[in-house]
């Protein structure tokens, strides 16, 4: 059974370009989490949805990210404009929100470098 | 807020040794306490969890033991192999709460 898939695994962009993350999540589950990694900060909670609907973009850095989250099966990262501190790597995770506990499935990743 | 702490790394050993990484949190509540391992190149894995005082988590060798009385919930494993050298995150999740706080990850390196 297909784990949570993300495309593309690797993007390379200039400064100035919008940058687009998918994430397709694990069929059945209802939430679904954009984190980012880095060095130096670890790895962040960008936001969070249930149902498809947005229940904490708290730790969205700017208002140059959004996210969407169209349906149960798709969801979106952009960046626009992106920078060079942009540069990271994303995850998207999802779970199944009503179980005992809640465990939460990592993607493999996307990795943004912005030039 | 809720927080987690865990030990600085890198940590490096022989294969058979054994392994220790503390973790301690800070939280209201009663948080689901989690390991997380990511292998190089990949997204994280989760290891083991533990719900509630005195649970015991176990998997693949690895084993932690949710501590009220100290906060803590550090991962242990009595011998490493090299297939184990990763980066290893202690989480938790609040009560009420979807939300996973990490720690900030401690790399352990396992050399024949």
């Known amino acids: 059974d297909a784990g949570v898939i993300q495309s593309p695994r690797h993007e390379v962009t200039e400064m100035g370009q919008e940058v687009t993350l998918r994430c397709k999540p694990i069929s059945g589950h209802n939430s679904l989490f954009w984190y980012r990694q880095t060095m130096m900060r670890g790895l962040e909670l960008l936001i969070y949805f249930n149902n498809n609907v947005p229940i904490d973009d708290s730790g969205m850095p700017e208002d140059r990210f959004s996210a969407k989250m169209p349906n149960a099966s798709f969801s979106t990262l952009k960046i626009q404009p992106s920078e060079p501190r942009d540069s990271a790597v994303y995850f998207c995770a999802s779970s199944y929100t009503g179980g005992p506990v809640e465990t939460q499935y990592f993607g493999p990743g996307t990795r943004l470098l912005v030039l | 807020g809720n927080s987690v702490t865990q030990m600085e790394g890198p940590v490096t050993l022989s294969e058979e040794a054994f392994l220790t990484i503390n973790c301690t949190y800070t939280a209201t509540g009663y948080p689901s306490l989690f390991w997380y391992v990511q292998y190089p190149g990949e997204g994280l894995q989760l290891l083991l969890k533990?719900?509630?005082?005195?649970d015991k988590g176990s998997n693949k060798g690895f084993e932690a033991t949710y501590r009220k009385e100290t906060t803590s919930f550090h991962l242990e494993k009595g011998s490493v192999q090299v297939s184990d050298s990763a980066v290893y995150f202690c989480?938790?999740?609040?009560?009420?709460?979807?939300?996973?706080?990490f720690g900030k990850g401690t790399k352990l390196t396992v050399n024949p």
């Open positions: 989480a938790l999740r609040g009560g009420g709460s979807e939300k996973l706080v």
């Open positions: 533990a719900t509630k005082a005195d």
